[in-house]
């Protein structure tokens, strides 16, 4: 079974650039998540989708960051423009229901703005 | 706050010696997770422990959980290098499934 993919596994961009971040959940997970870890602190949820809709997006930091799931497929998260403090590892889970199961992580994207 | 706190924040240790590690949190849980992290890899789910249970093994991993002390840990005994990485806790709380973690504990192993 493959697990939760993210690409690109690194981005460099800019400061005012934008970016585009890619997961693709396990198969058949309606519940997909976003966090990021900015450097030194904790891991920080984003937002949850439960397969199109947003069920919770109480961790976005700010209009600057927006995230889809069109389809209840594959998700995207996009920021733009990306600022300085935006630099950090952001990771997408998955899950195949709620209730607190087991959410699966992918690698992570390693995002830098300078 | 509902971060977890993770104890200590970095440890090193020789392979074969046992390594524990200790989160605090501040708020009522469903239930705690542990999840290690190599180095530019992604979380990796280690185990699970429901609010209702005091401690749960997994191979060489021991979890326990105080709920009266808001509180858990993490043992992993004889040690391996390759046990080498970052691991949080993480838990979920109230009615939505997001994971709040802790900010994590470096554990280096030393052949």
């Known amino acids: 079974e493959a697990g939760v993919t993210q690409f690109p596994s690194h981005s460099v961009i800019e400061k005012g650039q934008t970016v585009t971040l890619r997961c693709d959940p396990i198969?058949?997970?309606?519940?997909l998540y976003w966090y990021r870890r900015v450097m030194g602190k904790e891991i920080k949820f984003l937002l949850h989708?439960?397969?199109?809709?947003?069920?919770?997006e109480s961790g976005m930091p700010n209009n600057r960051f927006l995230a889809e799931r069109t389809g209840g497929t594959y998700s995207t998260l996009k920021v733009q423009p990306a600022e300085l403090e935006d630099s950090g590892v952001y990771f997408c889970a998955s899950s195949q229901a709620a209730g607190g199961k087991t959410q699966y992580f992918g690698p992570g994207t390693r995002l830098l703005v300078l | 706050s509902q971060q977890g706190e993770e104890d200590p924040q970095a440890l090193s240790i020789q392979e074969g010696e046992n390594a524990t590690m200790n989160c605090s949190y501040k708020t009522s849980i469903n239930n705690l997770q542990w999840y290690r992290q190599n180095s530019g890899r992604g979380l990796v789910h280690l185990i699970l422990i429901r609010s209702n249970e005091r401690e749960k093994h997994s191979g060489r991993l021991r979890v326990t959980l105080d709920t009266s002390k808001k509180s858990s840990s993490l043992l992993i005994t004889a040690s391996r290098a390759a046990d080498t990485a970052s691991y949080f806790c993480?838990?979920?709380?109230?009615?939505?499934?997001?994971?709040?973690f802790g900010i994590g504990t470096k554990l280096q192993v030393i052949p």
């Open positions: 198969s058949g997970h309606d519940n």
């Open positions: 989708f439960v397969k199109e809709s947003k069920q919770d």
């Open positions: 993480a838990f979920y709380s109230g009615g939505y499934q997001k994971v709040t």
